[in-house]
């Protein structure tokens, strides 16, 4: 582990934005867990079983614990070795976390497309590319910062930050493929029978639309950040950038949830009614 001086300012004012955009993503993501509680309740955990159900689970929670276990290694203070470990572990939940963002979102496209194999293979190649990507960037040397200041103060080298960018593209490059597939399917399905009452469809416009739009933003920021951060603040978007993409896409598939509900009750069907996972007929 290579041990570098810094300027006890520049240390102290980078270290305060890298810890203070963790706590903005992490009070985003604990907050919205409080208000959509009842929705979680209602839609996952009092319906029964389904593997739609249990991916929500495992996608969500794994974020949320995931972010409060890397709470310890923002705020506290720990001895080199063990800031080291921390620091690799901070990666790997990283690439964790983002190939379930990945993954999720995968499955919401390829359920409006049938599970076209075309649509299947471009974005298992997409997601296959984001994942390499992201192994290769985590690999490098960690390096220390000599200081007397509280705390892990392990940084990011400049080559091993374009490395992360270059993975964080390739999220970015998925991002707007979804997109792009999910506005193409509205379009396609809105010409063919028109977005009749009781249609999920308009939803995943609506909220897909926004929430997606909402993740490529905030992943655009945090490329930006790694090229143009110094050792320090590279990377500081990381975790909030995360964060909200599980808080966008959480609310987007409790959304589902909640009209699939709401048009079951009435009678409501169509004749590809998008459930959470996978298309099915009424019969």
Not at 108 to 121: K, Q, T
Not at 187 to 210: C, E, F, K, W
Request: hydrophobic fraction near 50%; aromatic fraction near 10%; charge should be positive.
């Amino acid at each position: 582990m290579t041990v570098i001086s810094l300027d006890i300012d520049t240390l102290s004012h980078d270290q305060r934005l890298r810890r203070s955009a963790f706590l903005a993503g992490l009070v985003v993501l604990t907050y919205d867990h409080l208000l959509t509680l009842g929705s979680e309740v209602t839609h996952i955990w009092s319906a029964k079983v389904k593997r739609s159900a249990a991916w929500f689970l495992l996608f969500r929670y794994t974020a949320l614990l995931s972010n409060l276990t890397m709470t310890a290694f923002f705020l506290g203070d720990f001895s080199p070795e063990s800031c080291k470990t921390l620091s690799s572990a901070e990666n790997y939940l990283l690439v964790i976390q983002e190939f379930f963002v990945g993954c999720t979102l995968s499955i919401r496209v390829c359920a409006m497309y049938g599970f076209n194999r075309r649509v299947f293979a471009a974005l298992a190649i997409a997601a296959l590319t984001t994942v390499s990507l992201g192994a290769w960037a985590i690999v490098g040397p960690t390096i220390s910062i000599d200081t007397d200041l509280p705390g892990c103060h392990v940084t990011t080298p400049r080559q091993q930050a374009i490395r992360v960018a270059a993975a964080w593209e390739a999220q970015l490059v998925c991002d707007i493929l979804i997109l792009g597939l999910t506005l193409r399917r509205a379009y396609t399905y809105h010409r063919t029978v028109g977005l009749r009452s009781g249609s999920l469809l308009p939803i995943m416009v609506r909220d897909g639309a926004v929430y997606f739009g909402m993740i490529c933003l905030v992943n655009l920021a945090n490329i930006v950040m790694l090229y143009a951060g110094d050792i320090i603040t590279a990377g500081s978007l990381a975790w909030f950038a995360s964060a909200i993409s599980v808080t966008m896409i959480s609310r987007l598939m409790l959304n589902l949830h909640d009209a699939a509900r709401g048009s079951s009750r009435n009678g409501v069907f169509t004749d590809h009614e998008m459930e959470p996972i996978r298309f099915h007929r009424p019969t």
